[in-house]
């Protein structure tokens, strides 16, 4: 099954698991921009035909969030009678770079010799990025809480779980590689403000975490590495009315 047809289903499947089990549920529709800042982590890469085994610890990314492709997501889902509790379908594409033209330590192999000590990643890894989106494809929970002091404002928490869909470009040892594959399941928390503007509109601000273990696919073998990301987002939100 194509990537685009495996969002497709878990978008499907989201919506018959959101439909509505009373006439007053409230479906909705969100889309937001906004910049990731993913903490310093070990990456390891391994390619077993070559002998090598290398990893190279707490590495910094940067997330270039203003540059195509941009941080993004959407999301859509249902809240229940009492506009207090629902569920949705999310996805959130962000994104990061390795910074491999700085010193960090590394330890390993390149066949039957020992590497330790600190040197650039770029010495022979120029390339490890997630520039088209370390991609989460997530099912939430969502719980509403109005602010009483400040009509048509409500706080809102979510958090939830689902696959992750990275996007990894690479360069070792000369050799380029890059594409889409599924990789492990990551978890999503975000707290934040949602306020009417006016009729349906609605405005978003939140903070947002995610965590997962992404691996993927280099040349001859693979790269893993841990993503704890920080987010801010800002968008808009569109109220779409009460299911029938």
């Known amino acids: 099954m194509s990537v685009t047809r495996r969002v497709v289903f878990l978008a499907m499947l989201a919506a018959a698991v959101f439909a509505p089990s009373a006439a007053s549920a409230q479906w909705y529709f969100n889309g937001y921009l906004g910049g990731n800042y993913t ?8 390619q077993p035909g070559a002998g090598v085994d290398l990893t190279y610890s707490q590495v910094s990314w940067e997330a ?5 492709p941009q941080y993004y997501g959407y999301r859509f889902g249902h809240m ?16 990061a770079y390795a910074i491999a ?10 066949g039957a010799t020992i590497v330790s000590g600190t040197e650039r990643m770029d010495k022979r890894v ?9 991609n989460f494809v997530l099912i939430n929970a969502v719980i509403k809480t109005p602010i009483p ?3 048509g404002t409500a706080f809102v928490i979510r958090g939830g779980t689902g696959p ?7 360069e070792i040892f000369g050799v380029a590689q890059e594409q889409y594959e599924w990789s492990s399941f990551g978890v999503h928390g975000a707290a934040g403000l949602e306020t009417r503007l006016a009729g349906r509109l609605l405005a ?20 893993q590495t841990t993503a704890g990301t920080h987010q801010i987002a800002l968008g808009l939100g569109l109220d779409l009315g009460r299911g029938r």
Request: glycine fraction near 12%.
């Open 126 to 134: 120029t390339r490890y990025s997630m520039s088209h989106g370390l």
């Open 101 to 110: 033209d700085e010193p960090v330590d590394v330890v390993g192999k390149i």
């Open 80 to 95: 229940g009678p009492k506009g207090r509790i629902g569920l949705e379908f999310e996805f959130l594409h962000l994104k």
């Open 204 to 223: 978003i601000a939140e903070y947002k975490f995610t965590f997962a273990k992404p691996t993927i696919t280099v040349a001859g073998g693979t790269g």
């Open 64 to 68: 270039k969030p203003l540059e195509a």
């Open 149 to 151: 002091s400040h009509p």
């Open 39 to 46: 903490q310093a982590a070990d990456i390891r890469i391994q």
């Open 164 to 170: 992750t869909l990275p996007h990894g470009e690479s």
